[in-house]
């Protein structure tokens, strides 16, 4: 057995200001797709011309910048909006139907990454039809990216001793302050490695690939219910509430089949030849 690293969730703490582990960890996700999906954007600038003395494509690349900008904001806001949202619905609806200020106190934790899912996509498709931009070519852009911020997010779960796994004997089995006694997996650094490490490795070489728009976002939607249902079998269930189908699957796999089917059906809709879609 391994000992559990006792890390202080606070980093720095200033009156009622704290900086906290998990927070920073949102904040290198969020900086680094950022920067990549910046790198795509100059990286297709290069490859089209830009600085050649052609101004249009140069203008080009300054738009496109500029709407990273803005679309970056929304989606930021959609992720932690939804998130909050996403947990308050599927995780915990009954507690804060009774403290519905609670819906309010992020601090306390409880956020649902298929829930800042939604919420990104909602508010990046918002954003998109307001500015006349195609949607699919930025959702590729930053799903190919969004492994990054999975991996740092359960790092910050780790530190925190939340979402721990279930009990086991392995040699590398933890006791969390949250857990009891008892040994368990530690089952955030295996969501690290597969939602982030695994589908990194997989998903940024597509970055530079000629896909049709969208399929990029699909094909990361089923990669991560695979690999989220995965690491939910090692992970203890919400204690609020258990196994919720069949005595065996939990939210975050039922959730996860709901993300694997929305993938199936953007790879097979935005495969299909034109005249299909018009008819």
């Known amino acids: 057995m391994l000992p559990y690293p ?3 969730p ?5 009156g009622p200001f704290a900086l906290r582990w998990y927070g920073l960890m949102y904040l290198i996700g969020f900086l680094a ?8 954007i100059t990286r297709h600038a290069v490859t089209s011309g830009v600085g050649g003395g052609d101004q249009s494509l140069d203008l080009d690349m300054e738009a496109e910048l500029n709407h990273l900008d803005g679309l970056f904001l929304w989606l930021a806001i959609g992720v932690i909006v939804g998130g909050r949202l996403g947990y308050v619905l599927f995780y915990n609806l009954p507690y804060y139907l009774n403290h519905p200020f609670e819906i309010l106190a992020t601090w306390h934790g409880g956020m649902s990454f298929h829930g800042g899912a939604a919420g990104a996509m909602a508010a990046g498709w918002a954003y998109c039809i307001r500015h006349r931009i195609n949607f699919w070519l930025w959702a590729d852009r930053f799903a190919v990216t969004a492994p990054i911020g999975l991996g740092f997010g359960r790092i910050g779960n780790f530190i925190n001793g939340e979402l721990y796994g279930r009990p086991t004997n392995v040699p590398w089995a933890m006791i969390f302050p949250q857990g009891g006694p008892i040994p368990r997996h530690p089952s955030q650094l295996y969501e690290a490695f597969l939602e982030g490490i695994l589908l990194f490795i997989i998903l940024w070489p597509l970055s530079k690939r000629p896909w049709p728009h969208g399929r990029k976002l699909a094909l ?3 990669l991560y219910a695979i690999v989220r249902s995965v690491a939910e079998l090692f992970r203890e269930p919400d204690p609020q509430l258990g196994f919720v189908l069949l005595g065996s699957l939990t939210m975050g796999q039922i959730l996860s089949i709901g993300f694997f089917v929305l993938g199936l059906f953007l790879w097979w809709y ?3 030849p034109l005249t299909s879609k018009s008819s």
């Open 10 to 14: 606070v980093i720095l703490e200033a």
């Open 6 to 8: 006792q890390i202080d």
């Open 270 to 272: 935005l495969d299909r």
């Open 33 to 40: 797709s950022y920067s990549l999906v910046r790198r795509q």
């Open 220 to 222: 990361f939607l089923m």
